[in-house]
């Protein structure tokens, strides 16, 4: 039986490239996949998958309400489906993630979603909590760190070049995001201790090779 799988991690960790490779492989044998990209922060009815080092394919989109499961179901009908494809799936609904479950049981076509686990607060993304709950199976993809050990939390940096402690789950403009450990997480959101800071640097001089982040820790 198809299943519905769940790909998340934090900001820059490749994702998007792991879908785009992934959908190219099926297409390479000649088998049609179907992209689908969150269209709330874009216009138009046909989105770009673009990734950081390049690639790029067209989907389409999905907004709140949308039936992803008959979209998919009437194009099965005319065209055979083999795979359904999801970036920035954090963006689902509660109950698009369920359509998405039915389009593996049902229609027997596994369905892979990428996404974010949590936003900058912390906090579960609704898709992701989802996805997290009903998914048949959950990977994480890795990246690292400035420290070196593995980024599961992100900041986001407002144009002045702070990090946002707190406002909207998603900024449009020029913020820029960081992944990093929980450990430096907390440090950048304020929320540590300051008997922590001893810690922090106890462990900073341990594992990072260099002193990336001295001027916090003085
Ligand atoms: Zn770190």
New binding site residues.
């Given amino acids: 039986m198809a299943k519905l799988y769940f790909n998340y991690a934090t900001m820059n960790a490749g994702k998007t490239t792991m879908l785009l490779q992934a959908s190219y492989n099926y297409r390479e044998r000649g088998m049609t996949t179907m992209l689908f990209v969150a269209g709330h922060y874009r216009k138009g009815d046909t989105g770009l998958i673009s990734s950081r080092i390049g690639l790029e394919a067209e989907a389409e989109m999905f907004r709140d309400g949308d039936d992803l499961y008959a979209r998919v179901a009437e194009h099965h009908e005319h065209t055979t489906v083999h795979c359904i494809f999801v970036d920035e799936a954090q963006f689902l609904e509660e109950e698009q993630v369920w359509q998405l479950a039915r389009i593996a049981d049902r229609l027997n076509i596994p369905v892979m979603c990428y996404g974010l686990r949590t936003d900058f607060q912390g906090k579960l993304f609704s898709g992701s909590r989802a996805l997290l709950a009903i998914a048949d199976d959950l990977r994480e993809v890795r990246t690292i ?5 593995k ?1 599961t939390m992100v900041v986001r940096l407002g144009p002045d070049g702070k990090v946002a402690k707190q406002g909207e789950q998603v900024a449009i403009g020029k913020d820029v995001y960081v992944s ?2 929980r ?2 997480w907390e440090e950048e959101m304020g929320r540590a201790a300051p008997d922590d800071f001893i810690g922090f640097a106890a462990i900073e001089a341990e594992t990072c090779p260099q002193p990336c982040h001295a001027k916090t820790i003085v």
């Fill in positions: 760190c400035r420290c070196g050990r980024a990093l450990c450990q430096h």
